[in-house]
Structures are given as structure tokens and as C-alpha cells.
């Protein structure tokens, strides 16, 4: 059984930083099909940063240069290191693993077959 839990969210001011964990079990496909979502209320889910089928890093535009996605060694857990945060880059934060299609560009949602239940970030101005 596949299971996601991540951590790490909190609340911080802009320009902060916070780095948020994704523990992997019953899963192994180091740093391929794997990444963080978020989603703000109201809003649809979006792509953050992803590791692609290839294992190539995609960022969306917004966080680019400012959040780093990496993954342990073992394949076991992936991080999400997030500096110089924005009251925009609020919400709930989601990791996501196995691509269940490939014909859905990285950075799209449903691309992705397992999700963890999701860690808030909160970021004031």
C-alpha cells in the first residue's frame, strides 16, 4: 500500500523560508514521477515543483528560483525547500508520486496516482 505523508508547513512571514518533507513508503521510483502540489481556497490544484518522468527537475514559473525540490538518497523522501516566501505561496501543500499517465505534462495534477493528505502553509505579509 502506497502510502504519502509530508510535514514541515507552518506559518511564516514574507520572505521566509520553510523546507517541507514527503515520506514515501510502499512506493520506489527515485526522484522519477514525483513532486509537490498546492492549492489555495477557491482554487484548482497546481503544480509547484516536480520531478518528471526522466527525473529532470520542473518548476512552475512562479517559484522558479526560489523553491528547490530534491529527494533523499534511498528514494524515500522528498523535500520541498522554499525561501523568500510570498503571501501568494500560501496553501495547502500536497506531495504526489507515480505517474499513472504520461501523456499529461508534468506540472499537471492528474498526472500523478498518489497523493498524501496535505500540509498547510501559511505566509503573511
Known amino acids: 500500500q502506497v502510502q504519502l505523508v509530508e510535514s514541515g508547513g507552518g506559518s511564516v512571514q514574507a520572505g521566509g523560508s520553510l523546507r517541507l518533507s514527503c515520506i514515501l513508503s510502499?512506493?520506489?521510483?527515485?526522484?522519477?514521477?514525483m513532486g509537490w502540489f498546492r492549492q489555495a481556497p477557491g482554487q484548482e490544484r497546481e503544480g509547484v515543483a516536480v520531478?518528471?518522468?526522466?527525473?529532470?527537475?520542473n518548476y512552475a514559473d512562479s517559484v522558479k528560483g526560489r523553491f528547490t525540490v530534491s529527494v533523499d538518497n534511498a528514494g524515500k523522501s522528498l523535500y520541498l525547500q522554499m525561501n523568500g516566501l510570498k503571501p501568494e505561496d500560501s496553501g495547502m501543500y500536497y506531495c504526489?508520486?507515480?505517474?499513472?499517465?504520461?501523456?499529461?505534462?508534468?506540472?499537471?495534477?492528474?498526472?500523478?496516482?498518489?497523493w498524501g493528505q496535505g500540509t498547510q502553509v501559511t505566509v503573511s505579509s
Open positions: 520531478f518528471d518522468s526522466d527525473g529532470n527537475r
Open positions: 504526489a508520486a507515480g505517474c499513472r499517465t504520461t501523456s499529461i505534462q508534468p506540472l499537471g495534477a492528474p498526472r500523478y496516482n498518489y
Open positions: 510502499g512506493y520506489y521510483s527515485r526522484s522519477h514521477c
